[in-house]
């Protein structure tokens, strides 16, 4: 009986084929060329995707010359200035909590009780694990709620305060 010669393969890829059968898992069989998937190219590794590395921290120095400049200002009695330093510096360093803390305790000075009051809030939210900053937002929601009328307002957010201060001791 006669192959048909469209069924016959070439040498190479007989040996191929055979070296591939005969492996016995110490490593792969040696390429024949022009027979199997070409050759892998080694690529340089990648660096990690932008979001995995981590923001670099604002300067500091900046912050605290604004700060400096807000409780200069805030002696003169210039509460708009010391404002102004604050919100600066918050530019900067949008997740500071204190931050947010001082620029609610200038407002709170100019009789902005919300303002004062939700600036409170951010901080706390900025920092939520910060007992002693969050006791001295809360005593501030306090003022302020207490400057609106708010009584009972003012009574839940003392009890907040107290309730971290004792924490923290």
Request: aromatic share 2%.
């Amino acid at each position: 009986m006669s192959v048909p010669a469209t069924l016959l393969l070439p040498a190479a890829s007989l040996a191929a084929l055979a070296a591939g059968c005969a492996a016995t898992g110490s490593g792969p069989a040696a390429p024949v060329e022009g027979v199997g998937p070409p050759p892998v190219e080694e690529r340089a590794p990648q660096p990690p995707p932008a979001a995995a590395t981590p923001a670099p921290r604002p300067a500091r120095g900046p912050v605290l010359a604004l700060l400096d400049r807000s409780r200069a200002a805030e002696r003169r009695g210039d509460l708009e200035a010391a404002a102004a330093a604050v919100e600066r510096a918050l530019r900067i360093a949008p997740r500071d909590a204190a931050l947010w803390h001082r620029l609610a305790r200038i407002r709170l000075g100019q009789g902005m009780w919300r303002r004062a009051e939700a600036l409170a809030r951010r901080s706390l939210a900025l920092a939520p694990r910060d007992r002693a900053l969050g006791a001295r937002n809360w005593r501030l929601i306090a003022a302020a709620r207490r400057a609106r009328g708010d009584a009972a307002g003012a009574r839940a957010a003392e009890r907040r305060a107290e309730a971290l201060e004792g924490m923290a001791g």
